[in-house]
């Protein structure tokens, strides 16, 4: 039987979460602060950490920090719950190691859901503890490749610079070696034009770009803008989110806007019943490399924008359509997979011609994440 450690102060949503839980068979031991919780997770060892955010004396940051600190204890899975106003701090939670987060109000199937997830996860990682030398070897031998890998890339991604245009940029330009891009774009927009008034399209595209917008901020993009019809967003390492990797964090935000839009389906259903409209369906493009952000100034207005150039961002772009033509939801190119290798599930492979490049882009399918 598995042991979870639930930590609220709220002494009603503190019992709540605790019968959830233990109708679904689990151990539950409960804590009303930060500081008692981990307490209890080092006297005790559990499977699993359930923990509130905005707690007395230690609060949920302070108390996840002090567990990933704990060399004894430090592996053990931890949600995070938060309130939906409080957007900062589930960017802090998914960006400082914690394993999910979970909104309040709390839904009691996603938060079982949830923690079966994590469970699973910590029986596959004991699995591997079995064989460990193996497994010992192998990540020795995957450390490498990944290093040859990198200098690979910044040889050729150092090449390549040398192939820009050299003109003067300006002083404010922010420039990246490595950043990952993201691209989301509505696939079927025009069948949408035809079938709605420019007043209901307005309301639909709204209803996920908000979305949109909401999830790629949460999972830490250091800059987004909307291009046509769609929508760019760049991830950047930071020392804010160096738990977590910028391919990563651009991986969950992709798979979140594909959750987005099956919400807006839902939204579709209940405003516009009756009516044949097509299935509001997005595709996204993931790539990574180097990318610089041009900071361009308008002389007649007197202000400046942002504009993310390089072959990186181009060919995200690019990648996204070739995506949707093969009938894919999120395409990787093979550079990003490498950054997130054994993190996500990936389907089907293909090498795509990226019209106007002299050669083709390795990408793969991107189903989810790993359990």
Request: proline share 3%; glycine share 6%.
């Amino acid at each position: 039987m598995a042991l979870i450690v639930a930590i609220d102060d709220d002494e009603t949503i503190l019992e709540l979460i605790a019968a959830a839980l233990r109708f679904e068979g689990y151990e539950v031991m409960e804590a009303n602060n930060g500081a008692a919780g981990l307490a209890m997770v080092r006297d005790y060892r559990p499977d699993l950490v359930v923990s509130d955010v905005n707690m007395p004396e230690m609060d949920g940051f302070a108390m996840l920090h002090a567990l990933r600190a704990d060399p004894a204890i430090q592996a053990t899975p931890v949600i995070l719950l938060t309130s939906l106003q409080e957007r900062e701090h589930v960017r802090s939670g998914m960006t400082s190691g914690a394993d999910d987060y979970l909104t309040k109000p709390i839904v009691f199937d996603e938060l079982r859901e949830a923690a079966a997830a994590q469970l699973n996860k910590q029986l596959m990682r004991q699995s591997a503890q079995a064989k460990a030398t193996g497994t010992a070897i192998a990540a020795a031998l995957n450390t490498q490749k990944n290093q040859l890998s990198r200098l690979y890339e910044e040889k050729l991604l150092s090449e390549l610079g040398d192939k820009w245009p050299t003109a003067e940029s300006a002083a404010e330009d922010a420039r990246f070696a490595n950043a990952a891009v993201l691209f989301v774009d509505v696939v079927n927009f025009s069948a949408f034009s035809e079938k709605l008034s420019s007043t209901e399209l307005s309301n639909v595209v709204r209803q996920f770009y908000n979305n949109a917008g909401d999830t790629v901020y949460l999972f830490g993009a250091y800059h987004m803008q909307f291009v046509g019809e769609g929508l760019l967003a760049v991830f950047v390492d930071s020392t804010d989110t160096e738990t977590v990797n910028s391919s990563l964090r651009a991986t969950r935000a992709a798979l979140g806007l594909i959750d987005a839009a099956q919400r807006v389906q839902g939204f579709l259903a209940s405003h516009f019943p009756g009516r044949t409209l097509p299935r509001f369906e997005v595709c996204v493009g993931l790539n990574s490399g180097a990318v610089t952000l041009a900071r361009l100034e308008d002389p007649l207005r007197g202000k400046s924008q942002i504009l993310p150039v390089g072959d990186t961002v181009s060919a995200s772009l690019l990648l996204q359509k070739q995506a949707h033509q093969a009938g894919w939801k999120i395409a990787a190119s093979a550079s990003l997979l490498r950054e997130v290798a054994g993190s996500v599930q990936t389907g089907r492979r293909k090498r795509f011609s990226l019209p106007g490049r002299s050669s083709a882009m390795d990408a793969a399918e991107l189903l989810g994440l790993s359990l």
